[in-house]
């Protein structure tokens, strides 16, 4: 979750890489916006407040950029500030908005732009509601709401610097977080973790788009790239912490999870081990795990243990892969 350090550390040393990047020349975007679209994103203007129906709609579903389509908030994280614009409280993926010190008017405060394409969104403001604290001030003009909802799935099949490598290459996932589910302690941590004295699983937490790949098949994905018949071990990583487990989020998650075991039971020489239970808490690691496989791809560990395992995963999965 970012809060207002995140925001000024962008501001100033620079921004998180976007997942694509778009640029069109001002005619096309012309050709493309209305005139009011066009004023707000590429000219920096700013709506009245109190002119878009925006702000009083808090249905769920997603909020992307009107430019280029790449999805910015959930309507989870929209409040209402009473300030007349739309307002949320976290962007949906770190990397999805820009931040930018703007001092035009005689103030300084920190302008948002879409991170893909550079659309002037608002600014955001330390303002906001706990516990990110934080008040993206929007345009609802350069807001498009989107009829789907992100959804969200957590599980464990050993070391979370593998499982998170092959999880993020699929298309539909827009974020994968590794952390700690499971156990009996609060505020676990890796070194708590690592002992297998707390119970805790290493798992990965996804925030998937349904319309794009279902429960299901990041479950079928999942059980074909662990070895689900190996308890509490995973290779050579030994202990409770390694389990092969399903934290299901819903009772329709749990009856997905149970049939498909049951489905797969035939395929596999040994009997599965992997345990579906009731997700309570997550802790998400310390931020030195998190995308750690593509931050130290040259340690030997990614080298010897994901690498290869990542090669058979894109081999299998082709078609599921984002491009
Ligand atoms: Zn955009």
Request: with cysteine; aromatic share 10%; glycine share 8%.
């Amino acid at each position: 979750m970012l809060n207002w350090n995140d925001v000024l550390r962008f501001a100033d040393a620079g921004n998180p890489t976007p997942d694509r990047v778009v640029r069109k020349s001002e005619e096309e975007w012309k050709a493309q916006l209305s005139d009011e679209q066009y004023h707000v994103t590429r000219r920096k203007g700013t709506e009245r407040p109190f002119s878009s129906g925006m702000c009083s709609l808090f249905e769920p579903g997603l909020y992307g950029c009107v430019c280029c389509g790449t999805l910015l908030f959930d309507a989870n994280e929209k409040f209402e500030s009473g300030t007349g614009w739309p307002s949320f409280t976290q962007p949906v993926k770190a990397n999805a908005i820009a931040y930018h010190a703007d001092r035009s008017h005689g103030m300084t405060r920190v302008e948002t732009t879409c991170n893909t394409c550079g659309a002037h969104l608002g600014h955001v403001f330390p303002d906001g509601p706990a516990p990110s604290g934080l008040r993206y001030c929007m345009n609802a003009v350069a807001l498009k709401k989107q009829a789907a909802s992100l959804e969200k799935a957590t599980f464990g099949g050993g070391c979370f610097w593998c499982t998170e490598a092959i999880f993020r290459e699929l298309d539909g996932v827009h974020s994968v977080e590794s952390g700690y589910s499971g156990g009996a302690v609060d505020n676990a941590n890796y070194r708590q973790v690592c002992s297998g004295s707390t119970g805790h699983a290493e798992v990965i937490q996804i925030l998937f788009d349904p319309a794009i790949i279902s429960y299901r098949e990041l479950l079928e994905i999942h059980m074909l790239t662990h070895d689900p018949t190996t308890l509490n071990q995973q290779g050579a990583d030994r202990g409770t912490q390694y389990r092969s487990i399903i934290f299901t989020h819903n009772n329709e998650q749990r009856q997905i999870a149970e049939d498909l075991l049951a489905s797969l039971k035939d395929g596999f020489r040994d009997a599965i081990v992997t345990q579906v239970a009731p997700l309570e808490t997550f802790y998400k690691a310390e931020d030195y795990h998190q995308d750690y496989y593509n931050l130290n791809g040259g340690a030997g560990y990614c080298q010897a243990v994901i690498s290869p395992k990542l090669r058979k995963f894109r081999e299998k999965f082709k078609a599921k892969l984002a491009s």
